[in-house]
């Protein structure tokens, strides 16, 4: 799909100009063989993570718990591991199934999709460690309030 | 290749000798690991050679000034609804969003949008909000949102302006 779209865009650009166009293709090439290595190093960490942190011992952790200990189990599990979205619902399907908590839900997925230890080498590489620790620690924070606003609204938290 | 080219793939090659080793031995952990290792891989085979060419080819065709006028630092309040609705359409994951990121930064995209981008990015995506949608509920999705992206824009302001307090100046050598 992807592929499909990006071959069309490079025809209609390289009619309409061809030197531009084919300096693109070179320079995203390029950038390409520049990343890899940093690209390869994160496929290893999330193979690795994805064997000792699996969806079992997922369900197994956060499928009896609820509440403060539930919520931050669910936020540490959440930012050390990276799964693609197709793996990471169907999985909070499960967790809802078994009655944890739309907070508990929250934090987990939201930390996985906004906390990356794993994506750490890549991030790093483009805006430095100060800035990647920083936007991480900020992105804990906002899955904190959220889960905690989820809670909220569902009547999970009565304040 | 030089040293610090091998440097940079010291991992893969250790990994690779981990790999074969327990093969060798017939490993699990080793043989489980590498399963994960391949299909991942091919997931982003799937569409990142693609989203690097047409990185290459917004740096060549996309005005400096464009970027400055709808994303940079003297962009109104609209700025922030582009950079949401760009962030709908990446793909894979964050670590798509950064090399893109990095490209805007550097046709001149302030930095609060670029951290509304990257944040967006994580939590906005549309297929994978579909899919949270249909497997937790409509309810909790919208609920997620609604409180996660004004917290995201509010943070990224404070962030530029206290990188901007601190002189950030981003790295340019290796995703050029």
Not at chain 1, 15 to 37: F, H, Q, Y
Not at chain 1, 89 to 95: E, R, S
Not at chain 1, 110 to 123: A, H, K, N, Q
Not at chain 1, 134 to 143: D, F, V
Request: one cysteine or more; hydrophobic letters at 55%; proline letters at 2%.
């Amino acid at each position: 799909m992807i592929y499909l779209l990006t071959l069309l865009l490079t025809i209609v650009l390289f009619i309409r100009d061809r030197e531009k166009t084919i300096a693109g293709v070179k320079l995203g090439i390029k950038k390409l063989i520049k990343n890899l290595p940093v690209f390869l190093n994160m496929i290893i960490l999330v193979s690795i993570s994805l064997y000792f942190v699996s969806d079992e011992l997922i369900v197994r952790f956060l499928g009896e718990s609820s509440g403060i200990i539930g919520l931050l189990l669910a936020i540490l599990l959440g930012s050390i591991s990276l799964m693609p979205g197709f793996i990471a619902f169907p999985l909070a399907g499960i967790l809802l199934d078994k009655g944890v908590s739309y907070m508990v839900i929250g934090g987990f997925t939201t930390t996985l999709m906004m906390v990356g230890v794993l994506t750490y080498p890549i991030e790093k590489e483009f805006f430095g460690v100060r800035v990647t620790i920083i936007r991480n620690l900020i992105s804990l924070l906002i899955a904190l309030l959220v889960s905690v606003l989820v809670g909220i609204f569902y009547g999970e938290i009565i304040i | 290749m030089n040293l610090n080219n091998l440097r940079k793939y010291g991992l893969f090659l250790f990994f690779v000798g981990f790999v074969l080793l327990s093969f060798i031995f017939d490993y699990n952990v080793g043989e489980g690991i590498y399963d994960n290792f391949l299909q991942f891989t091919l997931t982003m085979i799937k569409f990142l050679p693609a989203v690097f060419v047409l990185i290459g080819l917004f740096d060549t065709w996309v005005d400096r000034e464009v970027i400055e006028r709808h994303l940079g630092n003297d962009s109104n309040y609209l700025s922030f609804i582009w950079a949401i609705l760009l962030s709908g359409t990446t793909v894979g994951g964050l670590y798509v969003a950064f090399p893109v990121a990095h490209s805007l930064l550097k046709k001149g995209a302030s930095l609060r949008i670029i951290f509304t981008y990257i944040g967006a990015a994580a939590i906005c995506r549309i297929p994978m909000t579909l899919f949270e949608a249909s497997y937790v509920g409509i309810k909790f999705t919208l609920i997620r949102l609604f409180t996660s992206i004004p917290l995201i824009i509010i943070s990224s302001i404070l962030l530029e302006k206290y990188l901007k307090s601190r002189g950030y100046q981003i790295s340019d050598d290796l995703a050029s």
